[in-house]
């Protein structure tokens, strides 16, 4: 069999597993080396491929497409810095638990380190970030081989999306000639297989659950306690809302709901659920009201500092926390206990085993007071000039059923946890939490956008500009994109910090304003753009923006000073309520 | 001693000894974790600090200031996904030899590893992409201590820039707080030292030499053959023209120059100097022809394909490849001879001990006829329509005096090759030739630029459109930045090769054409935008701009077949022409 024929066969039989094994998007950067691939992505009738220039960004975008759809996504790029450009996505997916299968074409081994142009090495090129690497071997096509590279398919799908899902780095050298040759019969059947068929590795893979012994025993410890508190950091699981707080209402006890929870909105039940903690936290007297004498923390850590301060004044509580598979999300230092199980399956088995516990209902009961009084402070006050808070808020009122939302780091996450209170709308809140990067945002929203669902970004104006070649996308592929842009004309979180202090070099290191109209990038992305002055001109224009595929940016503009003035202002009445109503 | 107190005096004791070693240039991304270092570096008299947002940037950005300054420059981010987009320029930096100081400032141990945010793994976080990584410890002021983080500032320095130069990375904890107290005395002086002062460990570094014996050696293998030819690749040594076109016109042999290599433009003689080969070594009749009986490299290979293909059909032949100190690079797997010894020194050493050969001059003087042929087709006919070739030549006809180019990869360092024929005019070619990607190319044009003289890019549109984060910096510091944007709405390079044959997919995975009107994004960064239609316009266009400050955007339009057709054309008429004369 001579060359193109054999690099057609190896190379098809390979996209063709990856199919099976229920990949259905790749995400492709422009190249040469990568053409045996490229083109037969696209050739396979079954995937979907998504052309991005910028790798950067492409990676975050493919990133974005599977925390949507939860599945693996693939990557492909040419050889040298291209690759190098999937870095910082590959970290973020490596600690935010999102499945990629990161495929990298490479110069034939005779051409690395002897100073071949666009040589680099791509062995190990993601050191510990990747769950797995494979340099896969020059193509060859006997049954062997073929079977051999279908392998290397479904095993590296299955790695990606197994316990911690994560990236997989896959390196495929190639030789000249690149171009395959379709004409050929048969390409994508798997051979030697005589009479019977290929058995696509669909793996069936379980959940963890707790034995009844463990159930047992950790039932026992809890009952000895009156006072708890259940913690939701991110999920993923779309049965978990209705699983924890099934749980919680039976126990009679609050949990403390993470804007990327999936708790604060959706049908289940929310009487039990406390969201605005991260206002009323903040206070060292009312932390001390509310000392639990136990903790059920459900995945990472929430966003907000103030339980942050209340998780490191209870090192001497009891506390649990539960990873689906394995973890070790822990930064307090504190003494915990993890308990490593299904998060859903967890709850409905303690449900099973312990239907009642005997909790301290007063101690709910004051949490409950705490939300209400800080909830209502919290949706005062429409201003005259429109702030972070009216937002989320207006966003939450007008966003559809069943769409998404992914929201930027550093600022506007901490507002979505202030702001965005329960609510009965079915809509999924993500953000790139593994990292907290401030890169990758638009990228990672448009590719949550391909499953078909209408996306909202929520970004500051540094997550837009680091990030402003993502733009492309939603142009290039008419995708639904909403871009709500808060505009405070630099790094606001930085005015709540120490540094805000140092008033010499504060504005250059820290406040960095761009000085820049981000309305050329959207008109250059033909994209809609909208400044908003108002809650109810935002809510306007965004509930347009909805109805309209395409890119949508709708900004509002913000004072960094005045939005710290503001926020402590709130938190300083809030505050004054709740320890004016102990009394 | 307090904690602030400690961490100012480690600090400001690390990045004094920086600028000892001579390092005069920080660029710095915005972050709070890097909080002691970037305030200790903005207060430091003797640094200039420049705020770049977009990390990917502004290691970019360092990278063109340190191949403009041949000085180690130093790169600052915070901990997280901001190191991990340092990713592409240290690769490339790795590759094309430049010295880079990366500093990132990370969380104390105690925050790795345990789900804290903003925490990733960075202890070898490049891996065998820098020179050397170090952990650095927690700040400590000790004399002992003090002592130990100047010596790794010194030793950090020398190390980028010994050798074959490259990346160094340095990894600093910090614990909260992280303001310094520069209200502190003394805070900049090295301690412990009681009567006598710190020698600033600036080393001297020399020269490799070959040694008489040496010399010796390779003068007699040499004076074995009568037909040589030697072969400049990229240079960064400003004596090295000079150095080698007097070595060629005693020896009488003819020096193929790549752009890169500083040889076609500046004061020495250029008699010798053939810089079309690349357009009449296409044709195997003529590489026949010109067959060499040995071949001196300096530096890594040209840029031109053509001189592969001569190369490879010249296995049989006598080869040296040239290294100012080390490195593999001879990517046709030729039996080829490695010489280790300064490009300069060897020149003039070569030339000192044999001042003259009896080489065959009939062979010098094909080389220069053909050469001559060449350049008269390439610089004929100005086309209705402005071509690439129009625009490169129109470019070295204005373009001042000490100034410098930086060249896109892909098409536009391949135009060059083409186009840029010999010069008096002094003037920089640079261009990202370590790992040849289209990344990064606006911000190490701008960061080139800092150096005070003006910098014209020259630029694809996929280019500019990846790196266009970059324009932010010219903007923002006022720099002089011309970019001469060639835009043939996609990648021009791919219409070249077999993939164009391919019409069903040719647009989408290699056309790329992005569609995209870039005179929105050089408004939105406050530049100057001007579309030329012709040569004479160009010309106009870039002689106002080198004569101002800030961003100018030159564009052109171009169409990718009628460039392949007119390439060929050329090319063509060329072969035409040397063969006819021939007979």
Known sequence: ???????????????????????TDVVISPGSRSTPMALTFTEHPSIKEWILIDERSAAFFAMGIAKQTKRAVALLCTSGTAAANYFPAIVESHYSRVPLLVITADRPHELRGVGAPQAIEQVKLYGDYVKEFHEMALPEATPEMLNYVRNKAAHAVYIAEEGNPGPVHLNFPYREPLNPDFSLDAIWEPTGYGDYERIHQVSLDGRKRLTTKQ????????????????????????????????????????????PLSQVRSGKHAKDNVIESYDAFLRNATIRKQLKPEFIIRFGAMPVSKS?????????????????NSAGYREPTGNNTEFIFADAVELCKDLFSHAPEMDFNLAFLQTWKKMNYIAKTELLHG???????????????????????????NS??????????????????????????????????????????????????DLSFFHDMNGLLAAKHYQLNVTILLINNNGGGI??????????????????????????????????????????????????????????????????????VDWHRGKWQTIEQEILKGKE
Chains 1, 2 share one sequence.
Request: with cysteine; net charge negative.
């Open 1 to 23: 069999m001579e060359h193109t024929e054999i690099l057609t066969r190896y190379t098809a039989n390979f996209v063709d597993e990856l199919v099976k094994s229920g990949v």
């Open 215 to 258: 159930l047992e025993l950790l039932t026992e410890k809890l009952s000895t306690k009156k006072k708890g508190v259940i913690v939701c950091g991110p999920q993923v699981d779309e049965d978990f809302a209705e699983a924890v707080t099934t749980l919680a209402a039976h126990w009679g006890i609050p949990i403390l709901a993470d």
């Open 307 to 323: 339980y942050l301060f209340y998780l490191k004044e209870n090192k001497d509580v009891m506390q649990f926390a539960i990873e």
């Open 382 to 408: 429409a201003e005259d000039q429109i702030t972070e808070g009216e937002a989320v808020r207006g966003l939450v009122d007008v966003i559809p059923e069943n769409s998404s939302v992914y929201v930027a």
């Open 411 to 460: 600022m506007p996450i901490r507002d979505f946890d202030t702001f965005m209170l329960t609510t009965d709308k079915s809509f999924t809140v993500l953000a790139n939490r593994g990292a907290n990067g401030i890169d990758g945002l638009l990228s990672s929203g448009s590719g949550a956008a391909t499953a078909g669902n209408p996306v909202t970004i929520v970004s500051g």
């Open 494 to 563: 930085f005015s709540f910090l120490s540094q805000a202090n140092d008033k010499k070099h504060f504005e250059a290191l820290f406040g960095t304003p761009l000085n820049i109209d981000f309305q050329h990038a959207v008109t250059m992305y033909g994209g809609e753009y909208n400044l908003a002055n108002t809650e109810a001109e935002l809510k306007e224009m965004l509930t347009k923006s909805f109805q309209e595929k395409g890119l949508h940016v709708i900004e509002i503009k913000t004072d960094r000073t005045e939005n």
